[in-house]
């Protein structure tokens, strides 16, 4: 693995106009995109205001089956497995309900679920007597593995759990979890939104049955862009919730016929130039490559980490035995939103975590309101003590 040297990064900010205005630590949020996905988006978007919407498309066939190609690459798959969706939920939700449950069926999950998923598997157990367990934590704060073989029977219709959550620097062993889910013959569903582009993914390795993310976050890609893996084996088991003329081809009067590959997730109309910003999106991270990604991001978040929790009065929440870019805290005496503000008249942009928003943790780790931070491969040590100044004058 080759490590990212200086003068890389260097280039990566000359690629990023936002670096030169904002000091961005929100990109578990939303990251800053390098200039080539700005403007794969943009010329599209000019070339169908000359030529017409199905006249651009029909040009540049190759160019966005390309990005299935791209994106296939990225996660270890083949292209035919790719669905390009607009977000990680239409990527999940077109997974998950397509699942049929029974009264009793279960469905076990992570303490660490992202709410949009959480709030689908209860809509779901009402709708159809399926029930929800979360499995456990270990100490070190992942996802317990051997709780969640313990809960293996003959009624459990589904695994689904969040790689890394929105709200802390936590990596669940989601291959340890693949490797359970397949030896048990139970889908997994993988939701990968922060971990796509910041870690070193490959579905082989995972071993899922799905995986979701985004286009926005560590990706780097156009907001309103996401996708979606599915293994065949899913795919031959499942019939999508919804279908059209893209997904399914109306073959008789009283027949149609649903897509074989991952198309079947998808619906016929879509912003190609969001998708082609995507691709250019992936393409810029393959070439960087994502295991010296994956170093640079940890590393400076360790730092990070470390420095915040040298400063009397701040605590730092991330948990796991493994940990990635994304770092929570939180200072005594001081309302996160105030933290966040204070750090964006700086021009630092981070978010919050409300509490609210992960219920599950919240019954175990009863935790604050927390400033998340989240860095990426191009920031840099200046842009991190930048941050920890401010934290440090106001703590
Ligand atoms: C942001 C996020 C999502 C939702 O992604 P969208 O693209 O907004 O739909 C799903 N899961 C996790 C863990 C997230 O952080």
Known sequence: ?????????????????????????????????????TDAVLDYLREESRRGGYETAAAHTDRIQGVYHSVARFL?????????????????????????????????????????????YLQIARRTGAVVEVVGDDESGQLDVADLERRLDGTVRLIAITHVPTQGGLVNPAEEVGAIAERAGIPFLLDACQSAGQLDLDVRRLRC???????????RGPRGTGFLYTHPRLRERIEPAMLDLHSATWTAPDAYEVAP????????????????????????????????????????AARLRADLARIPGVTVHDQGERKCGIVTFSVAGADATDVRNRLSASRINTSVSHRT?????QEVRHLPDMVRSSVHYYNTEDEL??????????A
């Not at 049955?209 to 990706?219: F, M």
């Not at 590959?261 to 994502?290: C, M, P, Q, S």
């Open 76 to 120: 270890g798959a083949e292209a035919g497995d790719i669905s390009v969706t607009d977000s990680a939920t239409r990527s999940w939700q077109a997974v998950f309900y397509a699942l049929r449950f029974s009264p009793g069926e279960k469905i076990l999950t992570c303490r660490s679920e992202y709410a949009s998923n959480a709030i689908a």
């Open 209 to 219: 049955d799905a995986l979701s993310g985004t286009g926005r976050k560590y990706v």
């Open 1 to 37: 693995m080759t490590t990212l040297r200086e003068e890389d990064v260097e280039r990566f900010r000359r690629d990023t106009p936002g670096t030169g205005e904002v000091i961005h630590l929100n990109n578990a949020g939303s990251a800053l995109p390098p200039a080539q996905v």
């Open 357 to 361: 928003s992960y219920q599950y943790d």
């Open 385 to 394: 003590r930048a941050l920890v100044d401010v934290v440090e004058k106001l």
């Open 261 to 300: 590959d991952g198309r079947r997730f998808e619906t016929w109309e879509r912003n190609h130039g969001l998708v082609l910003g995507l691709g250019a999106a992936v393409d810029y991270a393959l070439a960087i490559g994502l295991p010296a990604i994956e170093e640079r991001v940890t590393t400076l």
